[in-house]
């Protein structure tokens, strides 16, 4: 356990809001002061990260949520991942001399999705009109926010880039030719243009007004400023090449964010939500099916077997993350039997007390190509050279530039809001010009290869790693999450794993050091496998460190505080609120009452 935590446990009745930026946080809480519901203040949380976090989302980014409605009793996804392009075949990609998706550019776009998911989220669930939630972003991008020094410092590296390859983002990113200042007041003119056009939109009723947005999204002004630049625009990415988009109207026009069932698995009383086999978040499940066989409560949370027993399981079940995920709607997944008990009695078999150095897909009946697919994968050389990583929010940690920021709201009716914004980085792809912002990279997770669950196909969606949570327990709730790739589901599942064996309180999970795994092969460009290798923070000691080394581990030790950037937000069965926020990289911040 830590020796202290870095900041109190909110507590209160009202209302609690945690995300990856304090004027964020401070936006919904204010929502909720106004009268507003959870889904109210979660778009207006999430607008507001568009404004001040551009270098980890977008509107025209992708956006999983996972939420309660106190009215209905019901756990819901909203799914806002846009999918591929009609145009979008391996076909075309081959012919242009690619073997992997670039992480970058133009032709990188699938269907941007983030704002007509809120939109939807908004219409179906919110109380406040498009005016009121809106315009705290509006004022934000009008006006001016300190610029975080991250975001001044991402501009700076991508200053020459932008200038010779991507004009139209140096005209917004880099006003009158100079890179903003850490700190300093930044605006964003056309995107607060943009955004207050959209929240002009009429209609004989707030959810109608709140559709004529959307429609003036897919097929009205925006649309019209995407597609304009896009008919004439072939711009340099990661591969070193110039490539156009193939993203066409008729793909933004005909999609439309949806509602689904989530999946859920119980562990030790509590019963946890993910999303499907679209996002990587069933791995959170796989993983804690095979860590049920443990006696994890027995163990030192910061100890080296308690370490070592998580690594090793989260690499079998991201191992079959990579055999057998992507779209439900167009692949035959294996679900059912990756989380029955049958199945995970084996894999804990695996678990022993060196580390593996292999990848281990499981060997499903029907499915073994997939997993003899993987394994070879894994072992290919792309010929991609040495790339930056396209998935920015491990940049402190790997010292690349490229992802992703992350919300928990409850009001005081118990409406709960768990979401993972991503896509649509300034570093992705060029601003469109007028707009503000730029499109997503969301396709550099299809695989070239025929034949898999994640091969590019038409309409198909990308397995993202976007991966919020909800978990519920004799009527008490917790939503939480986490920015970080495919780390996301590796911090969320140590967090609640210290949460529910050994005590833990919200803070004192966020506080204590974490650890991941890099064996698996990468979602993001250019699909890098590090067999063996993790990384973890020094405040578990020199000891631990060494005898995770003494098991084979390829340890990493990173610099203190910079690992994970969770939130968390619970309501107690009795009404009572609970939040807390990571205070790595000293942004995200916790508040309520």
């Not at 076909?91 to 690619?98: I, K, P, S, V």
Request: with cysteine; aromatic share 8%; glycine share 10%.
């Amino acid at each position: 356990m830590p020796a202290f935590t870095t900041r109190p446990e909110i507590r209160g009745t009202f209302g609690v809001v945690t995300s990856t930026h304090w004027i964020a946080s401070a936006v919904g809480m204010g929502i909720l002061e106004k009268g507003g519901n959870a889904f109210d203040a979660a778009v207006a949380t999430a607008l507001t990260l568009q404004v001040v976090e551009p270098h980890l989302n977008g509107p025209a980014g992708d956006m999983p949520a996972i939420f309660h409605s106190a009215k209905t009793g019901e756990t819901r996804v909203l799914c806002a991942q846009g999918v591929a392009p009609q145009a979008a075949t391996i076909d075309h990609f081959r012919n242009l001399g690619l073997t992997l998706v670039p992480g970058s550019g133009l032709l990188a776009t699938v269907v941007p999705g983030a704002f007509d998911g809120w939109m939807l989220l908004l219409r179906d669930h919110g109380t406040m009109s498009l005016r009121e939630v809106m315009q705290p972003a509006i004022d934000y991008a009008r006006d001016g926010h300190p610029m975080l020094p991250r975001v001044a410092d991402t501009i700076a590296g991508l200053a020459t880039f932008f200038a010779a390859e991507w004009p139209t983002s140096a005209a917004v990113w880099m006003p009158g030719g100079k890179t903003p200042q850490q700190n300093a007041l930044f605006a964003n003119p056309d995107l607060a243009a943009t955004y207050d056009r959209l929240a002009a939109s009429k209609g004989p009723n707030r959810e109608a007004q709140i559709d004529a947005a959307r429609a003036a999204w897919r097929e009205g002004f925006v649309a019209d400023a995407i597609f304009t630049y896009l008919k004439d625009a072939k711009v340099m990415d990661v591969s070193d090449a110039s490539h156009a988009a193939v993203l066409a109207p008729a793909d933004l026009a005909d999609w439309r964010a949806t509602y689904e069932a989530p999946l859920s698995y119980d562990y030790h009383g509590w019963t946890v939500y993910k999303t499907q086999a679209w996002s990587q978040g069933p791995v959170l499940l796989q993983a804690l099916a095979i860590l049920r066989g443990f006696d994890l409560g027995a163990m030192d949370p910061n100890g080296a077997e308690f370490i070592h027993t998580v690594i090793e399981a989260i690499k079998l079940a991201y191992a079959d993350r990579e055999a057998f995920y992507g779209d439900p709607d167009h692949s035959e997944i294996p679900m059912e039997v990756l989380l029955s008990e049958e199945y995970n009695a084996e894999r804990r078999k695996l678990i022993a007390e060196r580390a593996s150095l292999d990848q281990r897909p499981g060997r499903v009946r029907g499915f073994e190509a997939l997993a003899d697919a993987y394994i070879a994968r894994a072992a290919r050389d792309f010929g991609v050279g040495e790339v930056a990583a396209q998935e920015p929010t491990m940049s402190h940690l790997t010292e690349k530039r490229g992802d992703t920021v992350h919300l928990d709201v409850i009001d005081r009716w118990g409406n709960m809001v768990s979401a993972t914004p991503s896509g649509g980085w300034l570093q992705s792809s060029p601003v469109i010009p007028g707009l503000g912002f730029p499109l997503n990279s969301r396709a550099q997770m299809f695989w070239l290869d025929e034949g898999l669950p994640t091969s590019l196909a038409p309409g198909r969606r990308p397995r993202t790693t976007l991966t919020p949570t909800l978990a519920e327990k004799d009527g008490a709730r917790i939503a939480f999450g986490t920015p970080g790739g495919d780390q996301q589901d590796q911090w969320q599942l140590i967090w609640f794993l210290r949460f529910v064996h050994h005590g833990l309180d919200l803070q004192e999970g966020m506080d204590a050091a974490l650890f991941h795994s890099m064996h698996f092969q990468g979602s993001f460009y250019p699909r890098e496998t590090r067999p063996g290798e993790m990384m973890i923070e020094p405040g578990v000691g020199d000891a631990v460190i060494t005898d995770l080394r003494a098991r084979g581990h390829k340890v990493i030790v990173a610099d203190p505080w910079t690992v994970g950037r969770l939130t968390a937000a619970m309501r107690d069965a009795d009404g009572t609120l609970r939040a807390a926020a990571t205070p790595r990289l000293m942004q995200a911040y916790a508040i309520g009452r």
